[in-house]
């Protein structure tokens, strides 16, 4: 695998070897006549990045060696946008945090290589690890190899593992969020005032900026995020009262972007035990104030099929006033084969249903 990417504006029109490779020796069978179908549907993306009303799937790593996984996410950042998701999002943990990588805009880079369209966002990437320079430049070269097709989302982290790696105080982390987040929104909007404006890349972005969501999970964040003109992007974990009292601050503040619910959603008999798994997992690291907003239930919505699945996510959307939605479909313990049976049903069951049942608006 070369992880090489394809120049701008060359759509590639066939998978990689390695995900061609994958389907062969891992899915063992070609996709149903009826998952092809809701395919040929679907050529072009439906949405702009981040955008209102925009439909995305998570990726995640699984429990393989390196190289596995990263050939095993751009297989599914594939499917993904060929059963109808409009792009793919990544998010960002280190020292081998179950079900995330490291590097998710250099990972993002591959997986646009393999996507034959669609977009794809690192959401959220951790701001207080690095000067905000560093990540602009890394996206503003990315939308330029890309343009149209790349988002970013940003927080100011949770889990202390991550910031010890590069020695970063935990207790400096809010401030140097607050500091830098207005920073790196002007620079991917190309209007960087220091020595980095004269990258090409940057300038590139005062025509083709970045679009860009912040992780919110508080009013004042909310408030910021209005501000700042960039949408917000909700905790999976946060109940629906909780982020429709959000999404009416946000409102109320003047934020006219998009407000993105994430969820873990899961077609037919939900697995147990792995969810069970991943908030065992999540509340092993997180801080009484992250978890504090979390509520009891694991907020896995389910239904017997992707009709009622898709109809009890369109009223979680409703009930919390979000107007995109980011889907989770893995789970700490899930096989490859297992993700990829459900982005087939999504294709086929669940995005035909939803799409004609609810539209984000502001």
Avoid at 29 to 48: G, H, I, N, T, Y
Avoid at 73 to 96: I, K, N, P, T, Y
Avoid at 171 to 178: G, T
């Amino acid at each position: 695998m070369t992880g090489r990417l394809e120049p701008a504006g060359v759509e590639m029109t066939k998978p990689a070897p390695e995900i061609v490779g994958a389907q062969k020796a891992k899915a063992g069978r070609s996709l149903s006549s009826s998952f092809d179908d809701a395919v040929s549907q679907c050529k072009e993306p439906m949405s702009e990045p981040l955008s209102i009303g925009s439909i995305s799937m998570r990726v995640y790593p699984h429990d393989l060696p390196a190289r596995e996984q990263v050939a095993e996410a751009r297989l599914q950042a594939r499917l993904a946008v060929e059963a109808g998701f409009d792009g793919v999002m990544l998010a960002e943990h280190h020292c081998g945090f179950p079900g995330y990588f490291p590097n998710p805009h250099q990972i993002g880079g591959f997986l646009l290589a393999a996507m034959p369209h669609g977009w794809m966002a690192p959401a959220p990437m951790l701001l207080p690890m690095l000067p905000y320079g560093m990540f602009a430049e890394y996206l503003a070269w990315l939308n330029a190899t890309y343009p149209g097709r790349v988002g970013a989302g940003f927080a100011s982290g949770a889990f202390q593992a991550d910031f010890a790696i590069v020695g970063v105080p935990f207790d400096k982390i809010r401030q140097r969020f607050r500091d830098a987040l207005p920073k790196v929104v002007a620079a991917l909007r190309g209007q960087d005032t220091t020595e980095l404006a004269g990258d090409r890349a940057l300038q590139a972005c005062k025509t083709d900026p970045v679009p860009i969501v912040v992780g919110a999970m508080s009013l004042p964040a909310v408030r910021r995020a209005a501000g700042l003109g960039i949408g917000v992007l909700y905790d999976s974990l946060q109940t629906s009262e909780r982020l429709r009292e959000l999404s009416d601050a946000y409102n109320a503040a003047g934020g006219g972007a998009a407000k993105i619910l994430i969820r873990r959603v899961w077609i037919g008999d939900p697995p147990a035990e792995s969810a069970a798994a991943q908030m065992q997992a999540f509340r092993s690291v997180a801080t009484d104030r992250v978890a504090n907003d979390w509520g009891d239930a694991d907020q896995l919505v389910h239904g017997r099929d992707g009709i009622e699945a898709a109809e009890r996510l369109a009223e979680v959307l409703r009930e919390s006033h979000a107007n995109a939605v980011n889907i989770r479909v893995y789970l700490k313990g899930l096989t490859p084969e297992q993700v990829r049976s459900q982005i087939e049903r999504y294709g086929v069951e669940f995005l035909p249903h939803f799409r004609s049942i609810w539209r984000g608006t502001r």
